[in-house]
Structure formats: structure tokens, C-alpha cells
């Protein structure tokens, strides 16, 4: 059971911190309780039986007249049952709620004795711990409670830590799972206990060491020199249609240093859509090209590696460099050929989905690795690309985000990477006006898209979720279509939505490409798509129930072309404060860094990163929003500890994290 929380040692067990805390140092009135609060509770039993509506329940009624408290237990056993007996004293701890009957608590926490006197009441917080199914919050504390006498013998938790401030790692701790007493309480509550503040920099601490250590592990190897890439820059701007920004320039040069270096780079460069981020990338595949080294693209969608490979095909035609695309559903032959083309190094650049770094393909000689869309590529795969390279050697990689993400949390997620920023918009991209509706305006939506589409634009229709089902989301993906169809049927409606194939997906976003259809009903499938310039309206109905992130990644989708754009975001009422607050935020910025900080301040570092990524931070006490201001110093402490105390830093990474491998399997 204690496996299933991830604690297998008594270590494990100490670093098993409280989520929070509650207040049990005083006994309330049963008169005096209310709704929705914890309280204490001391009554004695007036009837105890088992009842059978809906599902076996044991119900228990305590009374401390004029008021009675219903206790309710799903699981208990006979011995609990007994244990009930009208006239004995219980002393309970829960939540409170008022049903039909009055105020009733499911599963306290209880007590049962004969007399009121036998009862303790502690001055001190009760920690709550995260639980796993089988075990209670009395067992655990018992189990930590073991654990912290124990560990009063370890010489490594009471050893001091250099650098960090006091207390010292076992004081700290025997401070938050034992609270000494009410003074403390507002300290601890709030996070500004001392114990805490320790605990929150050895945790940030451990994690900076590790991005560290497997930084070290990728550039154990030298890469390839790729000296001068100004001059591929500036080869690459002679041929386009546009000049690149101060940021690109900037962004460039900060790439150049890397690549002219023999170690490989390991970099993220972040910028909102349509920042020009792949033709930054662009400049970096011609430098290796032109130094007989290979480059490999991988993009997250056959979709968007296509794309990538329409672009580069024509950046690169005139400049005589070809481009090789592998995809999935290629027929066997076809595929061969092109894998030859790639492992024999006649192929200088090579654009796929992850399927670039399947066992089969063999490249000659890679230098070169751009991943498209961070998140959806972990530490591990960062890891394993250090084999690609050409004997001996590690390729540079190079990862780009269209998510852009919070210095502070960039500084947390990805240590073992450098971070350039592209912060400017080409000239020509016009700003997305944003627009805030009420559902029951439908009809003047209707009116004003129909409009644009007759004067030669093209319009999106965003469907969200109703639930986490890709067959109610398409169904509801249908209706809409053919609502739209009959409201404007002198127009070409498309339709995409998760639950077609994607050859059906690739056709319906072909031809809203090509202009052939002129509004394109999507469901958030279209959040990282297709490039189409004479798209200047975007529609999300109900974009309440979408977080920041993906109503701005869906925004993007529009303003790509010279006409002005619009977004509408349609709502339906009433509305949350936390939903009003993010479509007030997306009205009012189409900065997407602010937008990052806003989310990230609403939602938590856990949310924007989905499930999966949470483990990425896996912290247990520290929070990067609200501890960001500790981590450049802790940053340099952690470089002065690989080089002084490297015993130390082992340790505390074994103590936080477990090892550096496994964090990196995250």
C-alpha cells in the first residue's frame, strides 16, 4: 500500500510532507457548527444501526442537546459497530455538511471512550498527508511518527548543509510533522515557517543538481564544430520574402556561440506564434549543411511535419540543399529509399514526427537535432539523442516552444537547458483583436462571419469539450457543422474533429488550406495546425470551460496574414470569477508570456504541464510560482556544490528525488 504512495524506505517516509494542516486544538458546540467547515466535535451516541438506503451504511447519532450530529461510515466492520453503544462518548473530527436531516459528517476521524475525561485534545496543527486506498491518516502519522525516532540517530540529517539556512534538515523536519503548538500556526498555514523556507531550498536545490548532472551526462561528448552560422543567416535572408527581427538576429547569435563550440548545445528557444522560430532553426540546419554535417526536424504531428517540410523545401530550393521527409504512412519501398537516402548522408536535412528517431533510421552523419513543441518532449528523449550523433560525438539539439513558459518555471522544468527568448513579431503580423460575447449574440456572430467569408476570408469555428470524450466532442463537432450549414448555406463548411482518421483530418485542413472551404468547424484539435494566412477570424464557442494555454495557442491560429483578425470568445452564462478572470486576461493581452504568467498564477505549475508532466516537477514542498525568487542564487549554490561538496549534492538528490536516472525517466 505504502508502494502506491512511492514510499518504499523510512527515507521516503520522512520526506512524505503534509499537504496542510488542521486545526483540532478546540472542541465546537454541535449548535454552534457550520456548513462546509472542520470542526471537533465531543457528544455521546443516542442510537447506532446499520441501514441499507442505497448502499450498507453504519449510521451513528451523536447528541449534545437541542442539537443532534449524524456520523455516517460505508466501511466498517462489527467491532467498530459495537464499539457505538448508546450513552458512550465519541469524540470526532470532519468536515461538516448540512443534508435533509440536518449536519452529519462521512468517516471522521474518531475516538470512542466511556468517558468524556479520557479524551486529549492537542494544541498543536494535525498534519493531512497525501493518501493511497487502505491506509488512514492515524496509521500514517504513527508510521511517520516511527520514522522521526529513527532518524535522530542519522548522521547525514543532522549533518549542516553548506550554503543553506538553519534549521538543519531534521529539525525542519520534526517542525512540520510535529507542529509544537498554536504560536505557530499562522507561519505554518501561510508557508512562512523557517522549517519550511529550509525545506523549500533543499527541494529546489536537489532539482537544479540534477538538471545539472544530466546536462554533464549529454555533453560528455564533443559535438561537431558548425563554425559561422551568421553567414548561413544571412545566405538564408538573401533568398526569403522577409527580413528577420532584432530578436531573431539576437537568437541567432546566441545559437552561433553554441554551435561554434565542441560541446553540444542544448538549448530552448521560446516565442509566441508566429515569432519565427523554425526560420531561426532554419539558419542553424543550412550552417550544418554547408558543413557536410546531417540536421534531423521532428515535429509532434504528420500535420505539422509536413508543414515544416513545405516550408524548408522552399527556403532551401534556391539555395540547392535538399530536404528528405519520412513519414509514417509512407508504402515500404518508398520509405527504404528514403532511409538509404538518410543513413548514407545524401540527405542533409531530414523532417518527420518522432519516427525520425525510430531504431531503423541510421543517419551518417547527424549534427543536428530541432525538436518542434518542448512539451511534448521529456528529459529521457533529450537523453537519447546523445547515440545519434556520428561516432564518438553528440549532436546539438535544439528545441522550440510555441508555449511559452514563465521564466520562473523555465528556470524549475528545464535547468539543463539554455533558454533564448524570440520577443518581437514580424513586421506585417497584424495584432488579433479580441472580443468577449455572450452565447445568446450568436445571431450577430453569424451575421458578421458570413460577411467576411463573401468578401474572400476565411473563418474558424472551435468547438470545446463538453466532457473528456472524443465521441460527445465530435458529435457535438457535427451538430454545430450542420447548424452552420443551415444558418449560412451559400457557404463551404469543413469539419475536423479527433475522431477521424487522420487521412479524413489531413483532407478537411487540405482544403480549408486551399481555400476551398471557407469555414472550418474544428474541435481543439486545430490548437497546433496548419498555417493559413487568409484565415482572420477565429469563433470559440463556449471559452469558459478552456484554460489560458490553449485559448492563446488557438488564437494563433489567426492574424498570419496581412488582413486584420479577429478572435470571439463566445461564453455562456453564469460565469466563474476564474473564468472571467481568463477571458479578461485574453481581452486584454495577446502577449503570450503574460498569458503564461497569468495561467500559471490561476492553475499551478502541475495543470500546465498535464498529468504526465507533473513528474517533471514532482515537487513536494516547493512551489516555482511562489519560490521563483530563490532559484537564481540557488542555481549558483548548485554549481558551487558539484565543484566542492559533490558528496553532499548526491545525497541530497537521493533524499528529494531518488537518483539522477530516474529523473530523468520522467
Known amino acids: 500500500m505504502l508502494r502506491n504512495l512511492g514510499l518504499e524506505t523510512i527515507g521516503d517516509l520522512l520526506f512524505h510532507l503534509p499537504l496542510r494542516y488542521q486545526d483540532r486544538s478546540h472542541v465546537t458546540a454541535l449548535a454552534d457548527l457550520v456548513d462546509g467547515q472542520d470542526a471537533l466535535v465531543r457528544a455521546r451516541v443516542e442510537v447506532a444501526d446499520v441501514r441499507y438506503a442505497g448502499r450498507r451504511q453504519l449510521r451513528v447519532v451523536i447528541s449534545d442537546p437541542p442539537r443532534g450530529l449524524l456520523l455516517r461510515f460505508f466501511h466498517f466492520n ?49 498534519p493531512i498527508y497525501p493518501l493511497t ?15 522521526l525516532k529513527l532518524a535522530a540517530s542519522d548522521v547525514h540529517l543532522a549533518a549542516q548543509l553548506p550554503g543553506l539556512p538553519s534549521p538543519d534538515s531534521l ?11 498554536a504560536s505557530e500556526t499562522a507561519l505554518l498555514i501561510e508557508g512562512r515557517h523557517p522549517a519550511q523556507q529550509r525545506l523549500i531550498r533543499e527541494e529546489l536545490l536537489a532539482h537544479q543538481l540534477c538538471m545539472r548532472l544530466l546536462r ?90 509536413e508543414q515544416h517540410y513545405a516550408n524548408l523545401s522552399l527556403w532551401f530550393a534556391p539555395l ?22 538518410v543513413s548514407s548522408g545524401v540527405a542533409p536535412l531530414v523532417v518527420g514526427t518522432h519516427a525520425v528517431f525510430q531504431q531503423s533510421v541510421a543517419f551518417d552523419r547527424l549534427a543536428l537535432v530541432v525538436v518542434d513543441e518542448q512539451h511534448r518532449f521529456g528529459v529521457q528523449q533529450r537523453l537519447a539523442l546523445r547515440d545519434k550523433g556520428p561516432q564518438g560525438s553528440s549532436p546539438h539539439q535544439l528545441i522550440m516552444s510555441a508555449t511559452p513558459i514563465p521564466r520562473t518555471l523555465a528556470q ?37 462571419i458570413a460577411e467576411a467569408c463573401r468578401a474572400g476570408r476565411q473563418v474558424y469555428w472551435v468547438c470545446t469539450l463538453i466532457e473528456e470524450s472524443d465521441e460527445l466532442d465530435a458529435q457535438a463537432a457535427e451538430a454545430t457543422a450542420e447548424r452552420l450549414r443551415a444558418d449560412l448555406a451559400d457557404l463551404r463548411v469543413g469539419l475536423v474533429h479527433g475522431r477521424l482518421k487522420s487521412e479524413e483530418k489531413d483532407a478537411q485542413m487540405r482544403d480549408f488550406k486551399d481555400g476551398s472551404t471557407q469555414l472550418l468547424v474544428a474541435t481543439t484539435v486545430i490548437e497546433v495546425g496548419v498555417d493559413v ?12 470551460r478552456l484554460g489560458l494555454a490553449q485559448l492563446h495557442q488557438l488564437r494563433g491560429r489567426v492574424g498570419r496574414g496581412a488582413t486584420a483578425s479577429q478572435c470571439v470568445l463566445m461564453y455562456q452564462m453564469p460565469l466563474s470569477e476564474s473564468a472571467r478572470s481568463r477571458l479578461e486576461t485574453m481581452r486584454s493581452t495577446t502577449d503570450g508570456f503574460k498569458i503564461a504568467q497569468a495561467d500559471l498564477e490561476l492553475r499551478g505549475p502541475g495543470e500546465i504541464l498535464g498529468r504526465r508532466q507533473t513528474g517533471v516537477v514532482g515537487l513536494k514542498i516547493a512551489e516555482p510560482v511562489r519560490d521563483s525568487a530563490l532559484i537564481p542564487p540557488l542555481q549558483q549554490l548548485a554549481d558551487e556544490w558539484l565543484e566542492r561538496y559533490p558528496l553532499d549534492a548526491q545525497r541530497l538528490i537521493a533524499r528529494w528525488v531518488g537518483d539522477v536516472e530516474k529523473y530523468g525517466q520522467v
Open 133 to 147: 486506498a487502505g491506509i488512514a491518516q492515524p496509521r500514517l502519522r504513527r508510521l511517520i511518527e516511527a520514522a
Open 412 to 448: 524549475t522544468l528545464y535547468a539543463d537547458l539554455d533558454v533564448s527568448v524570440i520577443d518581437e513579431l514580424p513586421p506585417g503580423r497584424t495584432p488579433v483583436a479580441t472580443v468577449v460575447v455572450n452565447n445568446s449574440k450568436r445571431d450577430e456572430v453569424l451575421a458578421r
Open 216 to 305: 554533464r551526462q549529454v555533453r560528455t561528448r564533443p559535438a561537431p564544430q558548425l563554425a559561422d552560422l551568421q553567414r548561413s543567416a544571412d545566405a538564408l535572408e538573401a533568398v526569403l520574402p522577409f527580413r528577420f527581427t532584432q530578436a531573431q538576429r539576437r537568437v541567432i547569435a546566441e545559437i552561433g556561440s553554441d554551435l561554434a563550440a565542441r560541446r553540444p548545445m542544448l538549448r530552448l528557444v521560446q516565442g509566441d506564434v508566429g515569432s519565427g522560430k523554425t526560420v531561426v532553426a532554419a539558419s542553424a540546419m543550412l550552417a550544418a549543411a554547408r558543413a557536410g554535417y546531417q540536421s534531423a526536424l521532428m515535429a509532434p504531428t504528420e500535420l505539422l511535419a
Open 78 to 126: 462489527a467491532g467498530q459497530q459495537a464499539a457505538f453503544a448508546p450513552g458512550r462518548w465519541v469524540q470526532a473530527f470532519g468536515s461538516v455538511r448540512f443534508g435533509t436531516s440536518g449536519p452529519e459528517m462521512v468517516h471522521p476521524e474518531y475516538r470512542v471512550a466511556d468517558d468524556a475525561a479520557a479524551f486529549q485534545i492537542s494544541d498543536a496543527l494535525t
Open 171 to 181: 529539525p525542519a523536519l520534526r517542525a512540520l510533522h510535529a507542529p509544537a503548538g
Open 533 to 544: 494566412p487568409n484565415a482572420s477570424i477565429m469563433v470559440i464557442e463556449n471559452a469558459e
Open 320 to 341: 540547392e540543399v535538399e530536404v528528405e521527409y519520412l513519414a509514417g504512412k509512407m508504402k515500404k519501398a518508398e520509405r527504404e529509399r528514403r532511409l538509404a537516402r
